[in-house]
């Protein structure tokens, strides 16, 4: 079945470690997007990618980094200045036609510091 | 003025109430609106798209006022099971930027 995987779904960090959040889909959506949910809040922007080979910042990007150089894969590295990285994160991607505008997510992974 | 609002809650009805809450977004080039559903701890799930005519898929209606700049979902007969977290979702076509409410909690009581 198509869909969206993300791996691992529980990670712990150390302080001053990067770490780096996978996301892969099967589902050949050219979008692509990372968002970050705290306890009791909505879902936020990190990045997103139209299209393989670009992104855009989202509302929250500063101490994230993001690649797309293939149009499956859209990881996401959480850097150390990133001060306060606890969080649930949710890759998603976007169908086309008559699915368009419609995200897809993956199942989550949720990050911790040791 | 936040991009999308959405009352927090709790609303705390009882089940087989009518329920209903709005969202309200503050760019006027919003084109696509959707309501997600996300469980505790879980990934949001897609609902329902919401259409300048209004729409409905079983218990749950969905109405759009551009003038008003307002979406609204209601849920009629609730269910236990409809308790969740129901967030609103506004896409700005111009630069594809998908943008979510915080949310509203709904608890459905026996």
């Known amino acids: 079945d198509g869909g969206i995987t993300q791996s691992p779904k529980y990670l712990f960090r150390k302080e001053g470690q990067n770490v780096t959040l996978s996301c892969e889909q099967n589902?050949?959506?050219?979008?692509m997007y990372w968002y970050r949910q705290d306890p009791g809040q909505g879902l936020r922007l990190i990045y997103y990618?139209?299209?393989?080979?670009?992104?855009q910042k989202g509302d929250i990007a500063e101490g994230y980094s993001v690649s797309r150089e293939k149009k499956e894969s859209f990881p996401l590295t959480v850097t150390s200045a990133q001060k306060n990285p606890t969080a649930f994160y949710l890759c998603?991607?976007?169908?086309?036609?008559?699915?368009?505008?419609?995200?897809?997510f993956g199942d989550g992974t949720r990050l911790s510091i040791l | 003025r936040k991009e999308v609002e959405q009352d927090p809650g709790p609303f705390n009805v009882p089940e087989g109430a009518t329920v209903a809450f709005n969202c309200t977004y503050s760019?006027?080039?919003?084109?696509?609106f959707f309501w997600y559903r996300q469980d505790c701890r879980k990934e949001p799930k897609l609902l329902m798209s919401?259409?300048?005519s209004g729409n409905e898929d079983g218990r749950f209606t969905a109405q759009l006022n551009r003038a008003s700049q307002y979406i609204s979902l209601l849920i009629r007969d609730s269910k236990l099971s409809d308790s969740a977290t129901y967030l609103c979702?506004?896409?700005?076509?111009?630069?594809?930027?998908?943008?979510f409410g915080k949310g509203t909690r709904l608890h459905i009581l026996p």
């Open positions: 979702v506004v896409n700005l076509r111009r630069d594809d930027k998908i943008i």
């Open positions: 998603a991607s976007r169908g086309e036609g008559a699915t368009y505008m419609t995200q897809h």
């Open positions: 919401v259409y300048s």
């Open positions: 589902l050949n959506h050219d979008a």
């Open positions: 760019n006027s080039a919003s084109q696509s």
């Open positions: 990618s139209q299209i393989v080979n670009d992104f």
